[in-house]
């Protein structure tokens, strides 16, 4: 019993549950910035080793010094180091004191079912605006005799939160809301009282640009599936970025770190060496922020993107500020790029840039890619390179495969750029340019 007694008082306190959260979203955040970059740096240092021996078995000369597939530059900084992101979701569910009404982010996982909802109030990427939005939402939540929906066959309603700002000083916040049985009289009542809280009430205090309420069954969905409702404001907010104004609807993809992506998006102009001759083919393109900043150096810039919301915002960005040179197409990749490229017959160079979600590209979108001869130069932006990314710089770089029909002269990785767009975090932007 006392050598019992002699272990606990020598353990470790347990670490709080706030310690618990920033642990699990910004397991970093105690190294010094310098050391973080370093950390980078190896991990991505060791994907490109992956790269190459993974090329090398497919019977490509791809070993260079260091045993890597291609140069490696060092980590780029973030300009913003703390509350850099412009976009958080918040959780609701039970919390570390048991209120099944608390806003946050998770500490543990569904497969262990020891999930709990803590307040990101200490989370050092979360900007105070976002924490303020969470907090008076909770307090409203708290206030509602309905219950929060943790498992959709439970019942409950109130669901997560989604916060937007830009540094224009705008904010939106997105509140989903599960109807279950609700009719449609309820269910205008419930957005009549969260315009209330947030327009008259002690919400008001968060200066709402838009305030946006999506009734979905559904743990994700877009917009086509469940249409936003504008409850208050405008139905959109704007950015500002390398001297363009970009518009962003709720469901829209923007870089997280806004002002790290005005460096990451000036370093793939200059990786591009686009000439006042080069088509820019932009997939993935979102609100059209790639093809629109680089409008001014090429003849033409052609964006694909699955979600029709933000291709609407993109052909507005390029009609509001001024940029004529540009289509954008919607749809998934896969469907509209083949058809695209197949036609090809233009003369003037094609520049490829990919930005796809984590996800990677669909095979079908790297063929069209493979096969058309036009492209000679393919810039691959991902946020997580060692996950299916990895297969989509196999799937370019391997031998011509007729099974596969991929019958195109294949790509060779020739520079691997890392961007730090998420600090606190392991993740990291890398950028590799591809040539052939």
Known sequence: EGRQKARESCSLPEPSWEERLANAVTP???????????????????????LASRLEELGMDAQKPGGLCCPLQPVVPSPIINGYRNKSTFSVNRGPDGNPKTVGLYVGTGRERNIVCVKANHVENIPSKHKQVAQCYEEFICRSPLDS???????????????????????????????????????????????????????????????????????????EQ????????????????LGLKFRISPDAFFQVNTAGAEVLY???????????DTVLLDICCGTGTIGLSLAHRVSKVIGVEVVEKAIEDAKWNAAFNGISNSE?????????LPQLLASWEDARPLVAVVNPSRAGLH????????????????LYISCKPEGEA????????????????????PFAPVLAIPFDMFPHTVHCEMVLLFTR
Request: aromatic content about 8%; some cysteine.
């Open 363 to 378: 095979y079908r979108v790297v063929r069209a890619i493979r096969n058309c001869r036009s492209i000679r130069r393919l």
């Open 266 to 276: 000036q370093a793939v102009g200059e990786l591009c060496q686009a000439t006042e």
């Open 328 to 336: 954008f197409h919607s749809g998934k990749a896969e469907a509209v």
């Open 390 to 409: 990895m297969r989509n710089f196999l799937e370019l770089c391997c031998p011509p495969d007729p099974r596969k029909k991929l019958a195109g002269e």
């Open 149 to 223: 929906c943790i498992l959709f066959h439970e019942g409950g309603h109130w669901r997560e939160l989604v916060v937007r700002t830009t540094s224009c000083g705008h904010t939106m916040a997105i509140i989903t809301f599960h109807p279950q049985q609700l009719g449609q009289e309820a269910l205008a009542t419930q957005k009549a009282l969260l315009k209330e809280f947030f327009t008259c009430g002690p919400g008001a205090v968060c200066a709402l640009t838009s305030l946006t309420g999506s009734a979905s069954t559904m743990t994700r969905c877009s917009h």
């Open 28 to 50: 970093l955040w105690r190294l010094p910035y310098q050391e973080q970059l370093q950390v980078k740096y190896e991990s991505q240092r060791k994907i490109l080793q992956t």
């Open 226 to 241: 469940s249409p936003y409702q504008l409850l208050h404001g405008a139905p959109h907010i704007f950015e500002e970025l």
